[in-house]
């Protein structure tokens, strides 16, 4: 009979370390040096932060306080109750704005709790004013416009609309008029200044005076032309290349260490993992480590590596939930063996090259790391 005394440490806080398979390794003096060299690089804008997904999977109770002391004083999340966790570790006189805005039902909860929503519709724009008028004050609101990704935003005749009626706007106060880049990581794509231009345009025929706010994470790395008075990296702050293509002048924030649940060695014609995609063409030596597609690495990985004492590992056939098996003939016998480690993520090899590996992008990858490690947050100072 087992008698549980106690409950189990919030899966958002880690396991310990005793008992995860893996260690995940979160740097945040590098966040905080990001956020810096971001903030050097738009000295006439405000450098916002954005911590939305609980900080790209990274946990927004440990990195927002790292951000804070480096000097950040505006934060973005996507959702109202993210900004409901956040408030806590940022104090009340940071300013967190919620990308989505409320629902109808969030609305008051929003306002309570000093969020600013960001208004993305006639209908939003019509729930925060009722509530606005109900309570007899003025409520701080951003604007957003769609000027050409078609996901978020009032339309252009949206704001024709707004321009003709002013009063739609009654009892708001417009700190902010923003829009998206959908082609911010394509420096030469013409996408970006027709999407700056059409921001300027819209946002002078809005019966109000606000600041712009355009570039996200690569839109600071386009220049001053896409700065305007606020900039919102989020990627960037944990390492994310900005520019696919050119250096990363950015630290690498994370680092993942997985235990070696076991080795074996395969004869010529043994074949490795479901659907037994892959086959020895001769004599080698395997482990199976402790992560898997659950703790964020594709199942389906292509050219994917994993690191021991400077040596890169092959990932061989496919990934499982909870384990993946690499070729680690090149470590001699004795080196690496069961409860071993291997990085996954290191200085040499990040975020952004396992994206290049599945596919995808270094967001995903971030946002995508599972709960099931053991979480290390370092700072010397």
């Known amino acids: ?50 911590v939305k997904a609980d900080a790209y999977g990274l946990g927004a109770a440990q990195v927002a306080p790292a951000l804070v002391q480096a000097g950040a004083t505006q934060f973005f999340v996507a959702h109202v109750d993210e900004g409901l966790a956040l408030r ?4 009340e006189q940071v300013g967190i704005t919620v990308l989505h805005g409320p629902r109808p039902d969030a609305v008051e909860a929003c306002l309570a709790h000093g969020l600013r929503p960001v208004l993305n519709s006639v209908e939003q724009i019509g729930w ?23 996901r978020f935003g009032l339309s252009a005749q949206d704001v024709a609309d707004i321009a003709a009626d002013p009063a739609v706007l009654d009892g708001l106060d417009v700190q902010l008029v923003m829009s998206h880049l959908a082609c911010a990581d394509e420096r030469a794509n013409p996408a970006n200044a027709e999407q700056a231009a059409r921001l300027v345009a819209y946002a002078a025929q809005l019966p109000v005076s606000a600041p ?35 250096p990363n002048p950015l630290r ?36 199976t480590i402790a992560v898997g597609y659950a703790d964020g690495f594709v199942r389906a990985r292509a050219n994917g590596l994993v690191w021991f004492g400077g ?19 090149a470590i001699p016998p004795g080196q690496l063996e069961a409860d071993g480690m291997v990085e996954l993520l290191n200085e ?34």
């Open 1 to 50: 009979m087992y008698v549980v005394t106690q409950a189990p440490t919030p899966m958002h806080a880690g396991w310990p370390a005793q008992r995860a398979g893996a260690v995940l390794s979160v740097n945040l003096d590098a966040v905080a040096h990001n956020y810096r060299l971001l903030r050097a690089r738009v000295p006439n804008a405000v450098c916002a932060a954005v």
């Open 88 to 91: 806590p570790h940022v104090g």
């Open 128 to 150: 925060v004013r009722a509530v606005a008028q109900a309570q007899q004050r003025r409520v701080g609101v951003v604007l957003q416009l769609d000027t050409g990704m078609s």
């Open 212 to 246: 712009l706010s355009l570039a996200a994470s690569s839109g600071v790395f386009l220049g001053p032309d896409y700065h305007f008075g606020l900039v919102r990296p989020g990627a960037a702050l944990y390492g994310v290349a900005p520019q696919p293509g050119e």
């Open 252 to 287: 690498p924030v994370v680092g993942l260490k997985a235990h070696v649940l076991q080795t074996r060695t395969l004869s010529k014609g043994d074949r490795v993992g479901y659907g037994l995609t892959w086959r020895a063409e001769g004599p080698c030596r395997v482990a």
């Open 311 to 329: 040596q890169p590992l092959p990932i061989l056939g496919r990934i499982s939930m909870d384990s993946m098996t690499v070729d680690i003939s």
């Open 348 to 381: 040499t090899y990040g975020v952004d090259d396992v994206a290049r590996a599945e596919g995808t992008i270094g967001y995903e990858v971030l946002t995508s790391l599972g709960h099931r490690y053991h979480r290390n947050y370092t700072r010397t100072a």
